[in-house]
């Protein structure tokens, strides 16, 4: 029975000290060395997702206007809607509104999504690309496919979503690292902290 004990002791202090089991807390992640080289795929759906944000970053006032302007529309159009014509009718509705305001948001991105579309191919930043990021202290060298371009660490802008981390390079590049699927957890977060808050 003692022996029993001592081998479940065992190898619960084994466990705890496993060097492959990945941190269970962010506290374990703050000894994490720095990164000096990133390399991560493009996929269709994180380059979506990258864009989806970018573009509101690019317009942020215009699209918060048609936005404001579109949920005052419908909320008179469906009142009236309820009003005269009784709630079936103003349910009918909804759609055609619903199609109205994405016209209007698609109206407002057309041109920057055109031109961020344009400048990605343009640096072969597209779905299937492996892209390389070599940091250095006052540049960040990107290679994507054949292609290398160089950017002043000072000009380039971060900010997070919810399924990971967006780098801006300059007015139509994106970068979307996402939190999971390619980068473990200290990985990740050494690469987060290569932005130090401000």
């Not at 920057?112 to 299937?128: D, H, I, Y």
């Not at 940091?135 to 979503?161: C, F, G, M, N, S």
Request: aromatic share 10%; charged share 20%.
């Amino acid at each position: 029975m003692t022996e029993s004990k001592r081998s479940r002791s065992d190898h619960s202090s084994t466990a705890s000290i496993n060097p492959y089991q990945p941190p269970d807390t962010l506290s374990e992640l703050v000894d994490v060395p720095p990164v000096e080289s990133i390399v991560f795929q493009l996929t269709e759906r994180n380059l979506n997702h990258g864009q989806s944000h970018h573009l509101i970053r690019c317009r942020p006032y215009p699209v918060v206007v048609v936005s404001l302007v579109m949920i005052a529309v419908s909320l008179v159009v469906f009142s009236y809607a309820v009003m005269f014509f009784g709630p079936v009718w103003a349910l009918l509705i909804m759609p055609v509104l619903l199609a109205i305001s994405a016209l209007s948001y698609g109206a407002v991105i057309r041109e920057p999504k055109r031109k961020t579309q344009q400048r990605m191919r343009e640096c072969s930043l597209v779905a299937g690309a492996v892209v390389t990021i070599q940091v250095e202290p006052d540049e960040w060298i990107v290679r994507a496919d054949d292609v290398t371009l160089r950017w002043q660490r000072e000009q380039i802008k971060h900010y997070q979503t919810p399924r990971g981390l967006m780098i801006v390079p300059e007015k139509y590049v994106f970068l979307f690292l996402p939190r999971r699927g390619q980068f473990d957890r200290a990985t990740y977060r050494s690469i987060v902290n290569l932005f130090p808050k401000k």
